[in-house]
């Protein structure tokens, strides 16, 4: 049987200590007299990668070259941007003086017109449209001259019918003014009446084709127009291609011409009796492609007011205009502007016709 032996804490410490004493003191010592080695480098044994730094030099002379390019490549930028500024401003006042001397044969034009017509008594006048009312009084009739630039193609247009939009229908030029938003509106065309309704007369052209197909010219009848330019187009054509040719945007017909190329027209011995006096309504364009609208007032319908076609030919061909046709007359004449009748209508009030020109702002 083995006999355990119990040693007492304090004892075990004291023979601990005593047992790892010796190599506590072996680890003093080489802590205290022994140095680690040093490594000892000599600046001398440096040599330099010469070809590294002749690479950077190349670098910095390169990127040093690159700087000089680009200081004038900037510079020359610069003077390119303001010589080009000079140009530009130098070309604005050439196109200014040109454009301000281009207008002067056009005022000058339009000053020797206006002075045959008088002052005006009234003016409308906006980016599309410029129009000028006269009253005319020659002494054997009296009436109203309306001359009309069409600034923008779009200021004049042509109505067919009514609101109802039927076949054979017809409005006063009032009510196709006010129903379109129109400053100012004329009649147009002739019209024949049957079945119930107003029809247009011969070829009429509107929104892109022939209302009822194309009608050749006959006997005296006439078309008149506007091609997509806004120029007055007219005549006769005895074949749809003829018209075409000419790009109609809306057009009318009646009868006579009145002046071609500057040029009257003989009148048919038939329209200068029937009636001999009339009201009427003419339009025709100057040089310039101004229009000028004449509406002369009359009683009646029987001959014994209004004036006659010869009479509006020679004042016509007085005040210089180019090409003129003579629009339906008599009690169908009728001239609105600024939302009032400007004429006295011989039926005592409007007539409803099937076709207007209408002008607007």
């Known amino acids: 049987m083995k006999t355990l032996i119990h040693m007492p804490p304090k004892q075990i410490n004291r023979w601990f200590m005593i047992a790892v004493a010796p190599f506590i003191g072996a680890l003093l010592c080489m802590w205290l007299f022994f140095e680690p080695p040093r ?3 000599d600046p001398s044994a440096y040599v330099p990668n010469t070809d590294l730094s002749e690479e950077t030099e190349q670098i910095v002379k390169g ?3 690159a700087k000089v390019t680009a200081d004038k490549t900037i510079a020359s930028i610069e003077k390119t941007a303001k010589l080009y500024q000079q140009t530009t401003a130098a070309m604005n006042n050439i196109l200014k003086t040109a454009t301000a001397q281009a207008e002067v044969p056009e005022r000058v034009y339009n000053r020797r017109i206006t002075a045959k017509l008088g002052i005006p008594k009234e003016r409308v006048s906006s980016d599309r449209i410029h129009i000028e009312l006269f009253k005319i009084n020659p002494g054997t009739y009296h009436g109203y001259a309306m001359k ?5 193609p779009n200021a004049m247009k042509m109505s067919l019918g009514n609101a109802s939009g039927k076949s054979g229908s017809a409005e006063t030029t009032l009510q196709a003014v006010n129903r379109h938003g129109a400053v100012a509106g004329i009649n147009a065309g002739g019209y024949a009446d049957g079945k119930g309704g107003r029809y247009p007369l011969g070829t009429t052209f509107i929104d892109g084709k022939y209302i009822n197909g194309f009608q050749p010219s006959f006997k005296d009848l006439a078309f008149v127009g506007m091609n997509q330019s806004g120029q007055l187009i007219g005549g006769k054509f005895w074949s749809k291609e003829q018209l075409d040719r000419l790009n109609p ?4 017909t009646f009868v006579p011409v009145l002046m071609k190329n500057g040029k009257k027209v003989p009148i048919p011995e038939k329209w200068k009796t029937e009636p001999a006096r009339a009201p009427r309504t003419v ?3 100057y040089k310039d492609d101004q229009l000028l609208i004449l509406v002369t007032e009359g009683y009646d319908e029987n001959g014994k007011s209004g004036a006659t076609l010869e009479e509006l030919q020679s004042k016509l061909y007085h005040l210089g205009v180019q090409d003129a046709y003579n629009l339906d007359g008599g009690g ?5 502007l600024n939302g009032r009748v400007v004429n006295n209508p011989s039926d005592g009030s409007l007539r409803p016709v099937p076709t207007h020109f209408l002008f607007f702002k």
């Open 39 to 41: 490594l000892e480098v």
């Open 148 to 152: 009309v630039k069409l600034k923008d």
């Open 332 to 336: 169908s004449s009728s001239l609105i």
């Open 283 to 285: 339009i025709g364009n």
């Open 249 to 252: 945007k809306f057009g009318a």
């Open 63 to 65: 990127l040093d070259q």
